[in-house]
């Protein structure tokens, strides 16, 4: 059952978070408030299910702080990470959207914060706000579009390149700019990184650590940082530093946190 909440309003959203969030983005601010002002805020303790994979799908969620995992399991009991979602992100959009049943669980991996959009207030707003229903779209086309990817690397990729297109995608999502470096800004761990893989956490150990002895990367508990991205991009690309599209090298800096 997706968790309820307290009834606490709104207005104690994130300001900042709320004016990059995607699904927000070509609105006027004021459109902005009146939107979040439709929503329930959702307190999670790290640890607890925001909802379940086969529950219904009754809310819409749009991360305020905090951090969470998109888990999905198979009938045999094995756990697949399908996403990380940071503030900014929404997450369950859709069962949502089609009114169906989760296709995964969502779990909070710290204290967290989030609005929950029912189906009447999705409809007020989608209405009213035309510009949220393309940002919706695009957010829907952006997931499927990544777990096709995801699809293709797991039928025909080789492990190495798996796991180096997996920390791209964090980087793109989660990435924040230090001096030398790009940190993935969130907990992750290597039995993380072999979930969203489908491969061991030995061997993304393994890789790791070769990684890091060539001076691709850095580790350091639960964190990764990448040292070189244009030598990284050779990884995720399977092509010399020479050959790599001038549009990729941009991709991965221009999508990184400031």
Do not use: C
Not at 56 to 83: M, T
Not at 165 to 186: A, C, F, N, P, W
Not at 220 to 230: G, N, Q, Y
Request: hydrophobic share 45%; proline share 3%.
């Amino acid at each position: 059952m997706e968790a309820l909440s307290s009834n606490t309003h709104a207005t104690y959203f994130n300001a900042e978070v709320l004016r990059n969030a995607q699904l927000l983005q070509g609105l006027e601010f004021t459109d902005i408030e009146a939107i979040a002002n439709t929503a329930e805020l959702r307190f999670l303790k790290s640890g607890e299910y925001i909802y379940n994979q086969d529950d219904q799908a009754r809310y819409l969620y749009l991360l305020i702080s905090g951090r969470f995992k998109v888990l999905q399991n198979s009938i045999g009991g094995k756990q697949v990470i399908l996403r990380i979602i940071s503030p900014g992100q929404v997450f369950g959009p859709v069962g949502f959207l089609t009114k169906s049943t989760r296709i995964a669980s969502a779990i909070a991996v710290e204290d967290s914060r989030a609005l929950a959009f029912n189906w009447g207030a999705m409809t007020w707003i989608l209405e009213r706000f035309p510009r949220v229903a393309v940002n919706a779209l695009q957010i829907v086309g952006a997931h499927l579009q990544e777990l096709e990817e995801r699809f293709q690397e797991l039928s025909f990729e080789r492990v190495e390149r798996r796991i180096a297109r997996t920390l791209l995608r964090l980087v793109k999502s989660s990435g924040k700019k230090q001096v030398g470096r790009i940190l993935i800004d969130l907990p992750l761990t290597h039995e993380d990184i072999a979930e969203m893989t489908g491969t061991t956490i030995f061997t993304v150990t393994r890789i790791l650590k070769r990684w890091e002895k060539n001076g691709l990367i850095a580790m350091k508990r639960a964190s990764v940082a990448i040292l070189d991205p244009l030598q990284f991009l050779t990884l995720t690309e399977d092509l010399p530093e020479a050959l790599i599209p001038d549009s990729v090298v941009k991709l991965i800096y221009s999508s990184t946190v400031k």
